[in-house]
């Protein structure tokens, strides 16, 4: 019993510490680095992700860490920034077995879907544990997208991105 309130009460910290409503950060110093956080590999819900300072990720390949030991996701970035309302290349690497689904949540409960999802078999050089996808996504507003993804076997994972 005391090992549960324990959870709760983190629970809670974590979920004030989230996006606040509009995709904006929630009180996040300047300078920290894109976060993230998640939903359990066991299929039961945690608190939303935090949300990135800002939509600067560096050029090129930027990894962002999600639910951790479960759940990354590697963006294909020109320009160093992830901007809304235009296409963008991002692979997932997920643990667990079984088929992948993926959708994001935005600002103001906006949602959206990948434009497409394809699993890769080999061939990678990206050293995650779990099997690779790659997809394209448009993000169409700006501000806090957690993207959420579902295995057959049960496992969740979530990363949160922000979109300028």
């Not at 994001?104 to 099997?131: C, F, K, L, N, Y």
Request: aromatic content about 6%; glycine content about 16%.
């Amino acid at each position: 019993m005391r090992l549960r309130r324990s959870v709760l009460v983190l629970a809670a910290l974590a979920a004030l510490a989230g996006c606040e409503r509009g995709g904006q950060p929630a009180g996040k110093p300047s300078g920290a680095g894109p976060k993230s956080l998640a939903t359990s590999s066991a299929g039961t819900a945690a608190p939303a992700p935090s949300c990135p300072p800002d939509n600067r990720y560096g050029s090129g390949l930027a990894e962002v860490e999600g639910t951790p030991g479960v759940f990354w996701a590697l963006l294909f970035i020109a320009g160093g920034e992830l901007r809304a309302g235009e296409r963008t290349k991002v692979a997932f690497r997920m643990t667990g077995a079984g088929d992948l689904t993926l959708h994001a949540e935005g600002p103001e409960g906006a949602t959206t879907e990948p434009m497409e999802v394809i699993g890769h078999s080999g061939g990678s050089t990206w050293q995650r544990p779990g099997d690779e996808w790659g997809s394209q996504w448009t993000f169409p507003t700006a501000g806090c997208w957690t993207i959420r993804a579902d295995r057959t076997d049960g496992t969740r994972g979530a990363v949160t991105l922000h979109a300028g």
